[in-house]
């Protein structure tokens, strides 16, 4: 009999896990499949491993991995995945905004042989800024992406086990899972459902961490904007180059009348200034992703592993 593995990555996560646990199983004990739900924390400071341990005595399919520090949002989802023995993987978030009860959907479009089946959101009761934003930054990332990023997507949904074998195949410390996607597979199904709001607690993402995961996705995903920085330096030196031969001939030919003052040479000097300031902070990004890759770190160091 084949194996489904459920990865779910926490933090903080007391008042959902153990309904998600049960809801989990009850959807899985209705299929022909056996199981491991494969649960790695990210360090919780709350009741939720007390929890867990108390879940993995009762449920031996459940399997903990508790991190000996809070990884983000990247780096622990993905070592979660890595972990899994399943001919089949489901990445599913512990806040219920993944809709559990689309798991046998997800397993059914795999057996029709399909590889990749990544959940989409169609609608979601977000914020409404929040929701604007996030449209724009994918619709700057589908434009400058090398790749075919799919839209409205994080990263949950099903991934076959010669998926999960070319994620531990690329020694990457710094993965960004919905561009990695794009980047091995060509064929990605997308399952389309209605994000509802968490089902208890509070988000654990903050402005920060959305900035810190856009930043990732465009670095990683597109050499455009080095590339601009190129081209608007070539442009800014030949306007340069072309005002000054105006100040040159208005000096050589009316330099009793011609007097512009230091306004302008001050106003010019804050814009270049604010060009470069904008410049080098693209240019560091690109910089700091090199570093982490140079480091070759590992994505989470262990704490603590239970039922495995």
């Known amino acids: 009999m084949k194996t489904i593995s459920i990865v779910t990555p926490t933090y903080n996560e007391e008042e959902n896990i153990e309904l998600l646990c ?42 903990v991995i508790v991190n000996n520090k809070n990884y983000g949002h990247i780096t622990s989802p ?24 689309l798991i046998p959907e997800l397993i059914k479009r795999w057996e029709g042989n399909k590889k990749v089946i990544l959940l989409q959101k169609k ?11 996030r449209k ?13 990023i799919t839209v409205d997507t994080t990263g949950s949904g099903l991934y076959d086990k010669s998926v ?15 561009g990695l996607v794009s980047e091995i597979e ?19 993402n903050n402005f920060f961490t959305l900035v810190d995961i856009a930043m990732i996705g465009f670095v990683k995903h597109s050499k455009l904007p080095l590339r601009l920085m190129i081209i608007f330096g070539a442009i800014i030196s030949v306007i340069s180059i072309f005002i000054s031969f105006i100040f040159l001939f208005y000096k050589l030919f009316f330099w009793d009348s011609f007097n ?12 270049i200034s604010a060009i470069q300031i904008l410049l080098l902070g693209i240019l ?3 910089i700091s992703v090199t570093l982490t890759h140079t480091r070759s770190l590992p994505l989470v160091i262990e704490k603590e592993r239970i039922n495995f």
């Open 284 to 286: 560091g990004e690109y």
């Open 186 to 204: 060509g064929d990605i199904d997308l399952l389309g459902f209605d994000q509802p709001n968490r089902k208890f607690g509070f988000t654990k």
């Open 123 to 133: 609608t979601s009761e977000e914020n409404i800024i929040i929701r604007n934003i």
């Open 164 to 178: 999960i074998e070319t994620f531990r195949s690329i020694k990457d410390p710094l993965p960004y899972l919905r």
């Open 78 to 101: 993905f070592h979660g995945l890595l972990q899994s023995n399943g001919d089949a993987t489901i990445l599913i978030n512990a806040d219920f905004q993944d809709p559990i009860e």
């Open 260 to 271: 512009l003052g230091i306004a302008p040479i001050i106003i010019g000097f804050f814009f």
């Open 136 to 148: 724009l930054y994918y619709r700057v990332l589908t434009r400058i992406s090398e790749n075919n």
């Open 22 to 63: 049960k809801t989990v199983s009850n959807e899985l004990s209705n299929l022909n499949y056996n199981y491991e739900h494969i649960i790695i924390d990210n360090c919780s400071t709350d009741n939720t491993v007390s929890i867990l341990r108390n879940i993995c005595q009762k449920d031996k399919n459940v399997k």
